[in-house]
C-alpha cells in the first residue's frame, strides 16, 4: 500500500478481555515499530522488529502485551485481559532502515478505550 | 534513561507571525540524529525536519527551520509565516541505532 496501514481505527473493549491491533506496513519496509500514545504524553516505544524478529521489546509494559510480525510484513500488536490504563493510542511505524537514522512512517494509529 | 524535554506544553502564534518550539535532549553518544514531527487531529505523524548531529549546518525546509546547538544539546524549531495548516502538536525526537525516543510534544495553535 501507498502508506502505513493500522487497524481498528477505534475499539472499545471492556476490561478484562483481549485485543488485536494491526499494523500493515509499507511494502519493502523492513524495520517496524510499536509506540503508544497515552493523554498528554509522549510516544512510548514499545517494541522494534527488523524482518520478523524483535531485537528490542524492552518497551512492553507487562506479560499481558505481546507482538509478531510474520512474512516481513503485517504485524499484530496483542494485549490480553485489557485494564483501563491499556487505554491510549497505538501507533505503528515502519522505515526502510532502522530508525534511528531514517524517517518512520507512521499509520493514523488505533484508539483503545477500555471500560 | 536518555531523555528528550520539550518545556512548552502549549504555544500560540498569529497568522504570518514566527514562533520557535523548544527542545533540549540528553545523550552519550556523538553521532545522532534529531528529527521534529508534527501531528495534525488526523493523529498521523509527518516528519518536518531532519538534523545529523555531526553537520553544524542547520537543516532548512521551506518555512521550516532549526537551531541546533549541539553543546548545549538544544534542538528547536522555528516556523515563519506561520499558516493556519501549521496547527498540530509537535514532537521532538532524538535517534540513535535503530530507536527514536520522543518528547512529550507541544500543541501550536495559529490564531488568523
Known amino acids: 500500500g501507498a502508506g502505513v496501514s493500522q487497524s481498528p481505527s477505534n475499539k472499545v473493549t471492556e476490561k478484562g478481555k483481549d485485543v488485536e491491533l494491526r499494523c500493515d506496513p509499507i511494502s519493502g519496509h523492513t524495520a517496524l515499530y510499536w509506540y503508544r500514545q497515552s493523554l498528554g504524553q509522549g510516544l512510548e516505544f514499545l517494541i522494534y522488529?527488523?524482518?520478523?524478529?524483535?531485537?528490542?521489546k524492552s518497551g512492553l509494559p507487562s506479560d499481558r502485551f505481546s507482538a509478531e510480525r510474520t512474512g516481513g510484513s503485517v504485524s499484530t500488536l496483542t494485549i490480553q485481559r485489557t485494564q483501563q490504563e491499556d487505554s491510549a493510542v497505538y501507533l505503528c511505524?515502519?522505515?526502510?532502515?532502522?530508525?534511528?537514522?531514517?524517517?518512520?512512517?507512521f499509520g493514523e494509529g488505533s484508539r483503545l478505550t477500555v471500560l | 534513561a536518555q531523555t528528550v524535554t520539550q518545556s512548552q506544553p502549549e504555544m500560540s502564534v498569529q497568522e504570518a507571525e514566527t514562533v520557535t518550539l523548544s527542545c533540549t535532549y540528553d545523550?552519550?553518544?556523538?553521532?545522532?540524529?534529531l528529527f521534529w514531527y508534527k501531528q495534525p487531529p488526523s493523529r498521523q505523524m509527518i516528519l518536518v525536519i531532519r538534523?545529523?548531529?555531526?553537520?553544524?549546518q542547520n537543516a532548512t525546509e521551506n518555512r521550516f527551520s532549526v537551531n541546533f546547538q549541539k553543546a548545549a544539546k538544544s534542538f528547536s524549531l522555528k516556523i515563519s509565516d506561520s499558516q493556519l495548516g501549521d496547527a498540530a502538536m509537535y514532537f521532538c525526537?532524538?535517534?540513535?541505532?535503530?530507536?527514536?525516543?520522543f518528547g512529550k510534544g507541544t500543541l501550536l495553535t495559529v490564531n488568523p
Open positions: 511505524a515502519s522505515s526502510l532502515v532502522a530508525g534511528g537514522t531514517g524517517e518512520l512512517f
Open positions: 545523550t552519550s553518544e556523538s553521532d545522532y540524529y
Open positions: 525526537a532524538r535517534g540513535s541505532n535503530y530507536k527514536l525516543t
Open positions: 522488529f527488523q524482518g520478523n524478529s524483535a531485537p528490542d
Open positions: 538534523q545529523e548531529a555531526y553537520k553544524q
